[in-house]
């Protein structure tokens, strides 16, 4: 593993495991559950997250289609969503994405992180390591959305 990653690919795992801990045992109602009109529900940002952690992977070169439903990912509001996936779905896609990033991070070298990017973020450098930092950052952003829906929701943390 480049050295530069291995920060990044820690907060990613650690990131992973508290993905895991706002999910567990979360009902499908709870879930959804929006605690006011202009509020996200822990499932939009859960799978929000998925939709972003695979875009990672396409931007690392290791495109891996997305496996929650294409209606949901092409939402571009919660309002939009007609038909969620279930918990254990967005788990999974999840699950899938954090191996496949895991294994993917390992593997890229210092060329490969060094590369030019063609995707605008706000960050100095427009290079796949930049963009990997920026997204680690996404990650951590909204990490601290359904831990807070989860807790409203009467769940411990």
């Known amino acids: 593993m480049d050295p530069r990653v291995v920060a990044p690919a820690e907060i990613l795992r650690v990131n992973t495991k508290l993905f895991r801990n706002c999910l567990h045992g979360i009902s499908q109602q709870q879930a ?61 896609a999840w699950s899938g994405a954090s191996h496949a990033l895991r294994d993917r991070l390992a593997a890229m070298s210092a060329v490969q992180l060094s590369t030019a990017v063609d995707v605008r973020f706000p960050v100095f450098e427009q290079t796949v390591f930049a963009l990997l930092t920026f997204m680690v950052q996404h990650d951590s952003y909204h990490l601290g959305q359904p831990s807070l829906l989860r807790k409203l929701a009467g769940l411990p943390l």
């Open 32 to 92: 959804e559950a929006r605690p006011t009109g202009q509020t996200n529900s822990a499932l939009w940002v859960a799978a929000h997250m998925v939709k972003a952690r695979y875009g990672l992977l396409k931007w690392l070169g290791a495109e891996i289609p997305n496996p929650l439903p294409g209606a949901l990912l092409a939402a571009k509001s919660i309002d939009e969503v007609r038909e969620w996936p279930s918990v254990d779905d967005v788990r999974s």
